[in-house]
């Protein structure tokens, strides 16, 4: 099945999950893992100023709920986090091959019902996939201690160019040289925005522990126990599952009909427009090759932004 166009309306809720090779267990949590993936997104967000909501990184997957701008910076903040995840797990888990299994899935969710749903899912994480008894006990990068008790979120980037050109050099490079903090910054969700920080925690708490109480039954009526911190640090991370249980990812996350129908209707338009653009491209591209010499490969195309925000003028 071909992958769908990179379709995000501007300011839009989305919700983007990335996957390692193969299921294989590359982002198993440690501490410097934890901390270096906390560092990695916090440089990205002060990079990129994106809006992030919540987000949770497991043994095989990583889920992020933010509202970009536009696509670009959507495609720009993942590709540096990606990116610097996969270098970082790579050196620590000595893993010579790529990390993700192909790039990051980005589904818009369009209504409020919709936004709770996915922030359960996110915030079920652990628990649900009888790893640990209680979302908040999984030993890897997440954002439930942050969304209720607004602890702070801090993780350690490193500069891994500046280390590299220092060693080349010569000097004499110590571990924290080159390190610096990052806080993450979590957006309040649009439909909780409403309501006071001490609310909204106390609404958080209360998902979490209808969640654990959920949890704990399914448990209970079938028998088993959670597999429990140390177990889960236990396993290698190379280590790949026997067959991942995923089902196929929908196209929006829209639980009012007409919402979810009015954005598919959008994107078939877009797609249809899209076609349109590919194939003058096409038609075109033998025009524009020659204005380049043999053998070279013409510049990708850049971002194309909308008129109405090129022109508009800036903010004072």
């Known amino acids: 099945m071909a992958r769908p166009l990179r379709f995000v309306p501007a300011n839009a809720l989305v919700e983007v999950t990335t996957r390692t090779l193969q299921g294989r267990l590359l982002l198993k949590p440690s ?34 709920l933010c ?10 903040f993942m590709q540096f986090v990606n990116a610097n995840i996969a270098k970082e797990v790579g050196r620590l888990h000595q893993w010579p091959e790529r990390v993700w299994s192909r790039r990051y899935r980005c589904i818009p969710i369009v209504d409020e019902q919709a936004a709770h749903a996915r922030l359960r899912y996110l915030l079920g994480h652990g628990a649900k996939e009888d790893l640990v008894s209680t979302p908040g006990a999984w030993p890897g990068p997440n954002c439930i201690a942050a969304l209720t008790r607004g602890e702070i979120l801090r993780g350690t ?12 050099r ?12 990052f806080d993450i910054t979590l957006t309040p969700l649009p439909c909780l925005a409403h309501l006071n920080p001490d609310q909204r925690q106390a609404h958080l708490r209360r998902v979490v522990a209808e969640i654990e109480v959920a949890a704990h039954a399914a448990n209970q009526a079938q028998g088993r126990a959670p597999m429990g911190v140390a177990a889960i640090l236990a396993q290698h991370p190379h280590h790949r599952p026997a067959g991942p249980d995923r089902s196929p990812a929908p196209l929006v996350h829209a639980r009012d009909k007409q919402k979810g129908d ?11 427009d899209f076609r349109k653009g590919v194939a003058g491209l096409i038609a ?15 510049p990708a195309l850049p971002f ?12 004072a």
């Open 31 to 64: 501490p410097e893992l934890t901390d270096i993936i906390l560092g990695v997104i916090g440089k990205a967000q002060n990079l990129y100023r994106m809006s992030i909501h919540a987000f949770v990184v497991v043994s095989t997957h990583a889920h992020f």
């Open 262 to 272: 009015e954005y598919r209707a959008a994107y078939r338009a877009f797609a249809a």
């Open 304 to 315: 194309k932004t909308p008129a109405a925000a090129v022109s508009a003028p800036a903010a």
């Open 67 to 76: 509202s970009p701008s536009s696509a670009d910076q959507l495609a720009r």
């Open 170 to 181: 010569g000097d004499n490079v110590l571990p924290s040289q080159f390190a610096t903090s």
């Open 284 to 298: 075109h591209a033998k025009e524009i090759t020659r204005l380049f010499p043999d053998w070279a490969f013409p």
């Open 157 to 168: 980037w490193f500069d891994r160019s500046a280390e590299y050109s220092a060693r080349q």
